[in-house]
Structures are given as C-alpha cells and as structure tokens.
C-alpha cells in the first residue's frame, strides 16, 4: 500500500542552525504534499504546503522542495528559534486519502 | 480551527464496551476523517467520509465503524473496545478549495 517515510525521528539543532527533515512518499499518483507541526498536546497545524507541479516553496523561514521523479520533499527550516521545537509530519495524498510520515521531534536549544 | 469540535476530549472505558466518538463541523466540508495517533506511528488513517451515507476504510478500520447521517456530524465507534485502541484521536476535514486537512482538538482514549 502506499507509504510515507520520514528522516529523521529526532533533531537537535543550536538556535540559529538550519533544520532540514526528509521524507520519501510511494504512491506515484500523490500530488499534494503538505507539512504540519504539533506542539505538545495539540493538534497538527499546517505551516507550509506543496503541489506536484511545483519544485521549490518558500514562506518566511521556512521552505518545501520536491522531487518527483525520486519522490522526495523535504522541509528546510532556517534560523531555527526555541519555538520551532514541535514535531513535525510530512504527508503525501493521492485521492481521497492522505499518509502521514511517523513524524520528526525537532528541539531547538537556546 | 475550520470549526472543528470533538467529544468528548478525555474518557476511560473498559475492555469490551461500546465508545462513540463524535466530530462536529460547522463549515459544510464535505470530507471529513478519522485518525489515530500514536508514538512512532505518525496519524494513521481509520476511515473518511466523502459524503452523507459516503465512507469508506483506511489503513487501520479493523474495530472500528463509522456513521455519517448529516454534513456535520461524523461518529466513529468502538463496536468493543480493546487495549490495543487506547490512543488519540483527531477528526479533520478537507477544504476542497485548497486540499487542505484542518484537524479537530483531539480525544484521548484510555481502555483500561
């Protein structure tokens, strides 16, 4: 069935360093890729999305690639700050259905 | 919050009982889903709907069963409860404008 796999399950980066979180999707018919963050005991919330007819989407300090022909996305988070510390979930959808990767702890130290 | 509830937000229930599940949406989605959320498994699909009466399986509906009769409500149940289905559960809905998933606040489910 279709899957998503994401790298890796927990990052430690300094405050200020980059953050860069990799998944890879199996299903060829995804089309839609979005990336949530969910703080402790809280829903997942959307911070950034991306559409397979797109290679590259910034917004403030944060940025999705994507590779479709290796089926890669990545998140690129920049000049992290404490308050990035979450996990954050890629996912791919095709259809009706969207899978979830397991997730990745990012902590930012101060 | 895309004027998502659900309810209840906590319960602790025994082996072998009933338990329904209930999201609420007050902005005419037509497509609503059920997850569960567990450490290492990232959200795990159980079933969704794409209409009244319209639902269909994901990849963990074993135990479970679903109920659409109106737009905004979408009930999920635990026909017999089981350890195994202690976790967290989010409803979402999809803006079809967007493809976008807005969740709910999460109930968490104990079966002791």
Known sequence: ?110 | DAGITQSPRHKVTETGTPVTLRCHQTENHRYMYWYRQDPGHGLRLIHYSYGVKDTDKGEVSDGYSVSRSKTEDFLLTLESATSSQTSVYFCAVKTTSTDTQYFGPGTRLTVL
């Open chain 1, 1 to 110: 069935g279709e899957n998503v796999e994401q790298h890796p399950s927990t990052l430690s980066v300094q405050e200020g360093d980059s953050a860069v979180i990799k998944c890879t999707y199996s299903d060829s018919a995804s089309n839609y890729f979005p990336w949530y963050k969910q703080e402790l005991g809280k829903r997942p919330q959307l911070i950034i999305d991306i559409r397979s007819n797109v290679g590259e989407k910034k917004d403030q300090r944060i940025a999705v690639t994507l590779n479709k022909t290796a089926k890669h996305f990545s998140l690129h988070i920049t000049e992290t700050q404490p308050e990035d510390s979450a996990v954050y979930f890629c996912a791919a959808r095709g259809g009706f259905k969207t899978i979830f990767g397991a997730g990745t702890r990012l902590f930012v130290k101060a």
